[in-house]
């Protein structure tokens, strides 16, 4: 075998490890069951919001119907530098208990932070303003910590069906993500929380350094490496509209972006100081690494010998049906191919950018908020 085919096939290899392969070493590991059993707990609930006056009165009307014990929680706003009125909205839920933390925009993980100063719950339950709960979440996610083992929870997003077939894509990559997750939290811990909805014991809590990308990781990542469990419960719910590919595409820049960031303050992650230390290589950074490894593929494929050339062909191919499906007409039978093909191309991109954290200042990686969809029962169902 030439020494290009073996280069070929190495990388090949890689790539498909990543993309099949672990998630099927997976299946193979032991399963460690969680202790779980409700006993009421006081709760604070956190919930930074910049600028969200049109989902903040029904967020804080669906945070005041969940199903948990009169006065043992209490909801803290914490307004990151509003101009609208997400102040005056949550100034009215006060005599509901609803406490207002008013602050200059200094971003995200200021106002976490100052909210965590001020929370007084045993344990801490972070939502985001757009995705409603279900009525049971907070009471699921709390049973869960009757396991001493366990230091943070989160719950399950639910994306509701695509209009379009851009949008199953992204609902599909959503399955295969949630698939791994599940099978991670099953085994031990999964690295991070759903940020929309999780819960974790507060006094494991630990100040945020400003700029972090992924406080829905570096949260729950401070518990992981005092030695507790970082688990998912799909008893526990959020919901979500759609997303479309674009919107996903900035969100995948800026949530890759921030495992880079993670690997400063967490460089444990990368050695024996990290019980899970393979999953992290080949789930988190292995994303990372993909892209790269795609590129290196279709580079060293136009330097096979003979029929193996065929392989640059098949990968041009791939690439030209995710280029193309934006432009074929909806109904079309070759977009059931090319719009996941294009969803794949797209988030490997989004991996790819994300690099750019090394040379670009951590807020430019925020992206705007979406236009308002509303979160129907149906969606919901």
């Not at 993909?290 to 392989?311: H, K, M, T, Y």
Request: include cysteine.
């Amino acid at each position: 075998m030439s020494a290009t085919l073996t280069v070929f096939f190495a990388i090949a290899g890689a790539a498909a490890y990543l993309i099949g392969g672990y998630p099927l070493l997976l299946l193979l590991r032991r399963k460690r069951p969680v202790r779980k059993n409700f006993a009421p707990r006081t709760v604070s609930v956190i919930l930074a919001v910049r600028n969200g006056e049109k989902w903040l009165e029904a967020k804080l009307e669906n945070l005041s119907g969940l199903d948990y014990p009169p006065g043992l929680m209490e909801i803290l706003v914490v307004s990151d530098g509003s101009t609208d009125s997400t102040a005056a909205i949550a100034r009215r839920w006060a005599e509901r208990g609803v406490i207002l933390l008013e602050r200059p925009a200094e971003g995200k993980s200021a106002a976490l932070n100052a909210a965590l100063k001020r929370a007084r719950g045993e344990i801490l339950l972070f939502t985001d303003v757009r995705q409603p709960l279900a009525e049971n979440s907070l009471r699921e996610l709390v049973a869960c910590f009757d396991d001493p083992l366990v230091g943070v929870v989160s719950g399950e997003l639910i994306l509701a069906d695509g209009d379009s077939r851009e949008e199953a894509a992204v609902g599909l990559y959503w399955k295969y993500e949630k698939w791994i997750r599940k099978r991670l939290s099953a085994i031990d811990s999964f690295f991070g929380a759903t940020g929309c909805i999780y819960a974790m014991r507060r006094d494991l809590a630990p100040q945020i350094p400003k700029g972090i990308l992924n406080d829905d990781m570096f949260l729950p990542l401070g518990a992981f490496f005092k030695g507790f469990r970082l688990i998912l419960d799909p008893a526990a719910r959020a919901f979500d509209s759609p997303a479309s590919l674009d919107v996903e595409f900035r969100r995948k820049v800026r949530t890759q972006a921030g495992v880079y960031q993670l690997l400063r303050y967490y460089p444990q992650l990368l050695g024996p100081g990290n019980r899970q230390w393979i999953d992290f290589v080949s789930h988190k950074l292995g994303r990372l690494l993909l892209p790269w490894l795609l590129a290196a593929l279709l580079g060293v494929s136009f330097f096979l010998p003979g029929r193996w050339r065929a392989a640059a062909a098949a990968q041009l191919f791939v690439y030209t049906l995710a280029i193309i499906d934006r432009f074929l007409p909806g109904g079309s039978a070759v977009k059931r191919l090319s719009s996941p093909l294009r969803a794949f191309v797209t988030l490997m991109a989004a991996a790819a950018c994300a690099v750019g954290i090394l040379i670009i200042p951590a807020e430019r990686f925020w992206p705007p908020s979406p236009a308002p969809k509303q979160v129907t029962e149906a969606t919901k169902r």
